[in-house]
């Protein structure tokens, strides 16, 4: 198993807005889905199509979070391949795609958290991360080799291609067994809270929050998501170490992903989960001044934008033109950039300087996570890398 370390230098390819553009016609079932609950004022729901609609919400956050993402997406435990291929059955009736496209693509997201080649950042925009990024065309196909240690099963690659199975089986057996309430309520309900309590690990665990560990990106920590999601919320925690198991990293961090997995463990049913060592728990704190270089990026680049990318330009701060103009207050930005824009300052010194301080960037970022791998490496074999997950 090799470390997959983020390469600032090379962020990966950025999409183009054309690129990302929403494929509308596929999204047609998306959106149908939504309004399928509305049709339960029509027929007779029950109190047990509301307990479905928990149990199924329930359950199959459980196949998500501790199958697609722990387990496919980053390894943190072992199983066998029947309960391997029964977890990616249940991870396909939440209707989020096959494990293997899941798992891929999230691989992606922690190689370039917050970068260009990041496939959901909040950086490019709320709805993006939240459900753009699903709908548009660039990422519809699966890349078999972001995920070849688990494409190795045919029994997988024969499920990816079939993913619609589980739902529709799922659906048929709401509809059967516990009527129409069942299905629009059990099934239909429980898949929109599903989909959109998923969501939120990709959108607002990078924006709602506080930061523990200065990671290179800007996940947070935050209680009301690993509420909805099972334990997903401790996405600062996830970050710093991608490859634990475990998400609450204190007693008081809310994590029943966790607390199955460990009885599943106690079943024999899944082994060898990887916890997060002790000695690294404590290191890259925020509160303990490491510097934050995943904020400072996020601070920058916005910083960049408002200012039309002239930030850069640090000998182009605005002079007042005269003692007067100087007041206790701030020019508007307006005047700002008729400032910067009024400067002798090249085209190419400004580029030599946004190339100089993108290279500082470069490097703290490469410093940091050189600091970490060092320091993780010298724990027992068991323990988990602090910088990537255990992708390859
Ligand atoms: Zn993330
Ligand atoms: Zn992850």
Not at 299 to 327: C, F, H, M, N, Q
Request: proline share 6%; glycine share 8%.
């Amino acid at each position: 198993m090799t470390t997959a370390t983020r390469s600032p230098g090379t962020p990966g390819p950025a999409h183009s807005a054309d690129e990302a553009r929403t494929d509308w016609v596929s999204a047609i079932p998306f959106f149908l889905v939504h309004l399928a609950p509305l049709a339960a004022f029509f027929v007779d729901v029950t109190w047990q199509d509301w307990v479905l609609c928990a149990v199924l919400y329930v359950g199959r956050m459980f196949c998500i979070t501790a199958g697609y993402h722990r387990y496919f997406a980053h390894r943190t435990y072992k199983m066998g391949r029947v309960p391997q291929f029964l977890m990616a059955f249940g991870g396909t009736t939440a209707l989020q795609k096959g494990p293997l496209w899941w798992a891929s693509h999230h691989r992606i997201h922690h190689r370039y958290t917050d970068l260009d080649g990041d496939v959901h950042s909040p950086r490019d925009g709320f709805w993006w991360s939240h459900v753009g990024w699903i709908l548009s065309t660039k990422y519809k196909d699966t890349d078999l080799d972001g995920i070849k240690d688990f494409a190795a099963y045919p029994e997988l690659r024969w499920l990816e291609r079939r993913s619609w199975i589980g739902p529709w089986a799922l659906a048929l057996f709401c509809l059967a067994f516990f009527g129409w309430g069942g299905l629009l309520i059990g099934f239909f309900l429980s898949t929109v809270l599903l989909w959109h309590g998923t969501f939120l690990v990709n959108s607002m665990a990078h924006i709602l929050g506080r930061r523990r560990y200065a990671t290179a990106d800007t996940s947070r920590n935050s209680f009301l998501i690993a509420l909805i999601t099972g334990g997903e919320g401790w996405h600062n925690n996830h970050h710093y170490l991608p490859s634990s198991i475990r998400q609450g990293f204190r007693w008081w961090e809310y994590d029943p992903t966790w607390y199955a997995l460990k009885g599943l463990a106690a079943l024999h049913i899944v082994r060898d989960l990887r916890n997060p060592p002790a000695r690294l728990l404590d290191q890259a704190k925020v509160k303990d001044g490491a510097f934050d270089i995943g904020m400072f990026r996020s601070y920058w680049e916005r910083a960049a934008k408002v200012t039309g990318e002239r930030i850069a330009d640090l000998s182009a701060r605005p002079v007042p033109p005269s003692p007067e103009a100087s007041g206790p207050t701030a020019p508007p930005l307006a005047e700002v950039a008729d400032a910067t824009a009024s400067t002798t300052v090249s085209d190419d010194q400004l580029s030599t300087l946004a190339g100089l301080i993108s290279k500082a960037l470069e490097s703290a970022d490469a410093l940091a996570a050189s600091t970490r791998r060092r320091k993780a490496n010298k724990g027992a074999p068991a323990d988990v890398e602090a910088t990537e997950p255990a992708a390859e």
